[in-house]
């Protein structure tokens, strides 16, 4: 039935959090840091149930002052606008700002999200050689 | 047609009610329950789910051993200004008070919080990030001359790999016929 109600749907989108244990209904950070790589590495397989959802605080304050609006960033990567200096901008858009990401990033691991490129790929430019 | 999986993310945003809806008359105090919470679409079953204040709160993971650290954010509320994350987690607490209509650990009132105990400024960022479809992509084109022009006539089109940029070479020559200038342009042009 999932292959005929989600034809084309991979994984992401239902409304279980990471940090969510649903065997002793807890929440921790440790239960999102490990679901979270077994969701991008397709641990059990890919048409397994894997959690979708993290939650950070903020204040409206954040979104009045235009820094977190439409858009932002839960990887070390920095939104395009957000890189100021030679030696990087903040995280303004990150709820709860600069401070708050280098929190969630220990406790979560952010660092270990890709950001959907390919590295390998662009380092060799496969994305010429393999034109056709 | 080029078929691959695309990762998409997308956010939402909870909130407490920015108006008493009990109009501050404690014997309509239930009226205040589960204002706080949110419906999102669960693509996996198909249906809206409710995510209440209180699990948004403890999907946070703060305040816990091993969690996440204490920190200060970026921006304080109107009500407080204070930007310490422990004082937001027990506002958050007290807003839970509120929606739950019940005694919450960890608020700041030991009774059920009423509207004029929160802070309405407070937001929780719940977040999609690893929404990944198979996507097919397409290349669409306007009709016409402004796209180009297919030329017939006598053609030579040579490729070669360049190995050492890593980049194909084409050189290609065409002699076209094609259909004089009906309309006035300058010489200078034909």
Redesign the interface.
Known sequence: M?DV??A????????L????DTNSDT????N?STNMME??SFSDDVGA?YA????????????S?G??DTV?S?TTRLLPWEVTSATGGSH?SF??????F???S???NLRS?HF?EDMKAAE??DF??Q?R | MLTRNSQIGEFYVLQPPQVDPTGGDAAAASKAKFTCDTLIYDEESDRHVRITWGQAVDACCLGQAGGVANARMSHGTKKTNDLDLTTWLTKARTIQSFNEQAVVVGSDKATTATYADIDPDLRIVIARPFIEHLMHSVIMAVSGRDTGATLFGPADMQLSANTQVKTIEGACCARAHTQPCTHGLPATSR
């Open positions: 999932r109600a989600c084309g749907y991979v994984a992401g989108c239902n409304t959090f990471f940090a969510h929440y921790t950070a440790q999102a969701r991008l149930k979708s959802m993290l939650a950070f605080p903020s204040t409206a304050q954040q979104f002052s820094h977190l932002m839960v303004h709820p709860g700002g600069q401070e708050v280098n929190a969630y220990q406790a979560l999200i959907g060799n430019q010429i050689s034109a």
